[in-house]
């Protein structure tokens, strides 16, 4: 497709519709095929039969006492390497203000940014053992991408893996009708971690999906790819083999005993070749085509599930794929794969305030990048509405509670039916059962903060027969872990009438916000719906991140340090460690543009210590800090560190420093030690806030975050 066409492709919502179907066919096959990850496709038939729908409740209890989990079934939505990394990796665009140019050497440093090593997105197998982690540690090291990922550094076998198929999905997703630039892109993305036969799979994938935007047919779609890679590589003569099996070969089962016997994992070295698992996604596109096209979805699904190897991976491009090709038309035919899952998405990062996160919200990310590489104004649905229920049947990670509760969409707003007294939330920090998530962790900070301003519209509808009661209504972690809600004012709604609801966050005293959503009553006991039109908050914080009333509040920061005491005796609430190099404890979120962070801090033995602002992961922020060598500092770092202001101080240990690090616009001002920085700079208008050490430890009883109070001191 040429860029004109492309262009106006982008103004169509049925380009928008379709990224949404590619991003819920994504999850919904990863979550299919997570619980048997790694089974051989004896045993998923023996113990599975052929997997058709989801198998959760099927699986065998999981047992991980280092967790404290015993013995309970695994969890339906999970931190999941496939997800993360795709929704993660493609955040390069948008840190590179959407320059389809982006290098392989700028997504290799979008790595360094978002990953923290050892907890999140990559599978930490061991240099040598796991391709992601080898090619973490060339970068951490300053090898650049792509020989990060290349065979010449890493070998053939490690290079080969399908961690570069994998993670592939995004780059399509904003290259529509464009398989060429879709294909480049997955190059480049690919070569960080990959080499060789890696890198072809990825293109062929990621050119397929480019092109299914505007091609149903599977046989051009394969053509179209093969374009983009050797015609002698193992990846083409794979592909060629299965249309010639397919061709004589009825039954899927007796041309994957092929695809075993002349490409199967014996053949290939390593953990989790690509070859072996790319043909696992063709044997289920060519016979998934069932002359029924209402069942093509889950037999396709059913296939790249039931055949074995990596389910989830093969599962989830191949449900991507069909979703950008067929719609959310094709998904909704089946079995009810969209409920269970009620779009709900974590993506545990450096950036904590993306973790919780949905389909919709990951759709706008994807959009608004292949709308900004073209020059074109962000989607931005009803005002920019965090949930806004603008796609069809979108839900938005949205439960119903109360008897008799249910939730629809079918008008772009969310629908909540209850018989007397019901409501639907949301969550916006990790909920009670991803607590204890085996395999990768859920990282997150909060998405909601006490001071911010929540809003929304809410209708009654206009068949009920009397006025219901609506109030917002969050829950927070308090005293004993347990969820307690805190409720605003509540307003009575007349049938066919409609409210505005607005609501300023309170004071949690350090408990961490876990839900939002609206609670309905009905005024004589009868049943009725309400339409939630739109939900969404604003604003600064006003909070003070201090000690709660349980044991969960420390986990509202994310992690990046060695070590974070929450409790030591003779020592403050909050007191972090790093033992090489520079450590971050963070939180907060992307919503956070101009305010004022202020802490008093108190150093022991370290190189440099300080607070951060508009923080957007390891690499991306601004930091008022103190070195061990006399200075106080005003730094930007973008990958470098770049000092923008700095004077002469004295660093004493033991002793407490009243930090204030003020951002608005595109002014930084720091104060500390009777010290003023002043530094004018625009590389980060919004992200969360940390707390920095290098190389020893620092302390602080809490830490303020308020509306900037740079015009008014500034005035002074």
Known sequence: MADAVNHSYLLNHEYIERVYAGVLGKIIGVYLGRPFEGWSNA?????LGEVDYYVNDRMPPVVDPSLGIERVRPPFIVTDDDITGTFTFLRTLTDQRCDANLTAEQIGQAWLNYIIEKKTILWWGGVGNSTEHTAYQRLKKGVPAPRSGSIALNGKVVAEQIGSQIFIDGWALVAPGDPERAAELAKRAASVSHDGEAIYGAQVLAAMEAQAFVERDLGKLIDVALR?????????RLINDMREWREEIADWRQARQLLERDYGYDKYGGNCHMVPNHGVIHLALLYGQDVNPAVNFQRALMIANTAGWDTDCNSGNVGCLLG????????DRGPDWRGPVADR?????????????????????????????????????????RFHFSLPGSVQGFLPFGEGAALSNDTGRLTIKFETAAGARTATWIPQDALKMPGYELLAAPTLYPGQTVRARVLAAATNT????????????SAGDVLEARRSDVMEIAPGAEAALQWLVPDMSGDPIATIGIEVNSTIAQAGAVHLDFLTWDGAPDVTLRRGSGTLWPRAWVQAVDHFHTFWPNSAPIRILNDDGPGLLMTGTSDWRDYVVRAALTPHMCEDFGLCARVQGLRRYYSLRIARSGKAQLVRTLHDDVVLAEADCACEFGRAYAFELDVRGAQIIGRVGGIELRASDDAFTAGGIALRVSDGRVETEEIKVRSSEFGMQSAA
């Open 228 to 236: 983009f890679v050797p015609r002698d590589c193992v990846i083409a």
């Open 345 to 385: 998405i974590y993506l545990p990062t450096a950036d904590g305030g993306r973790a919780i996160s949905d389909a919709v919200i990951e759709t706008m990310h994807v959009v608004n990048a292949a709308r900004g590489m073209r020059g074109e104004a962000a989607w931005t649905p009803k005002d920019g509405a």
């Open 43 to 47: 045993r998923i038939e023996r113990e």
């Open 466 to 477: 009397a006025p219901v009661r609506v109030n917002l209504c969050a829950q927070i972690y």
């Open 324 to 331: 950008i090709r067929d719609g959310l038309v094709a998904i």
